[in-house]
């Protein structure tokens, strides 16, 4: 193992990482977003309002994206597992 497979073994496991993590991330931020909005224009700065919609579309996001989340972590686990086999 040199230096260039460390690293693309690194790339790697930060992309599935990335991929892996968006689709919990993109629905928290978009409803994190919303709230803060509303709160903004109702002036009701409540700091706790944001958490219950962001724990429940995170929730159901991973519920809905659990098979893509799986696969991504499946497909790096085979990769470093290939490249364990044959030595890099």
Known sequence: MNE???LDLVRNAIWAIIVGAAPAIVPAMIVGVTIALMQALTQVQEVTLTFIPKIVAILVMIVIAGPFIG????????????????GF
């Open 4 to 6: 260039a497979d460390a």
């Open 71 to 86: 696969a991504q972590i499946y497909a790096f686990t085979a990769l470093a597992y290939s490249h364990i086999e044959t």
